[in-house]
């Protein structure tokens, strides 16, 4: 014998509708709370942290339409925010490196410059005691030999110097393409959370078909 069906009645469903309703728009209040203070602090946003402390579960963040809107919302600032970091990072290094690299090739001119100014210099003065035999004194000789022996010194110091501003050239470019192989990281690591989240997101959509 089939027992009789018990009816619902209608008030009692419509008070659970709208406790269900009202639960579900308490806990999307709270995932929104949740991602932006993780956004605020530059927490990591992924769906086990958002769950935890917005005390909601995983398969509520993934059902629930304007939960993922959230999530993906909280995902794509995050995401930018990181973008620009690492763009501003990369910027920063390559125009330290670009002004050292500038100012060793500028340094490294003027001292060529010089050299070369130096050593006409000297020829002219070696021209003058060759060329001059008489009319000189003793004293004007001495004289100028000390002349000659400084700038003899003098052009050693500025080949000195040039041998290192060419050292530093060599490690400024080199600090250069550091840079470049920093800046080739960096926009891996900005790619990579993309790619796993669209991956993830795909595997998702699939496990959730019947």
Not at 96 to 103: G, Y
Not at 161 to 189: Q, S, V
């Amino acid at each position: 014998m089939t027992q009789p069906t018990t009816a619902v009645p209608p008030q009692r469903t419509r008070n659970a509708l709208l406790a269900r309703r009202a639960r579900t728009e308490s806990s999307l209040a709270g995932v929104q709370e949740t991602v932006d203070r993780m956004l605020k602090d530059r927490t990591a946003i992924t769906m086990a942290a958002v769950a935890r402390q917005a005390g909601v579960s995983r398969t509520f963040l993934y059902d629930n339409p304007a939960a993922r809107q959230i999530m993906a919302t909280a995902a794509a600032k995050a995401a930018g925010r990181r973008t620009e970091g690492h763009e501003t990072e990369r910027k920063t290094l390559e125009a330290s490196w670009r002004e050292r690299a500038l100012n060793s090739e500028d340094a490294l001119k003027a001292a060529h410059a010089e050299i070369l100014r130096q050593r006409e210099q000297i020829a002219e003065l070696l021209g003058q005691i060759r060329d001059l035999n008489t009319g000189w004194t003793e004293d004007d000789r001495i004289r100028m030999t000390s002349q000659n022996l400084a700038l003899k010194r003098a052009a050693r110091d500025h080949e000195t110097e040039i041998r290192g501003l060419t050292d530093k050239l060599a490690a400024a470019r080199e600090n250069n393409r550091f840079a470049d192989r920093r800046i080739a990281d960096l926009e891996a690591r900005i790619a990579e959370p993309q790619l796993r989240q669209g991956n993830g997101a795909g595997q998702h959509s699939a496990n959730s078909k019947p």
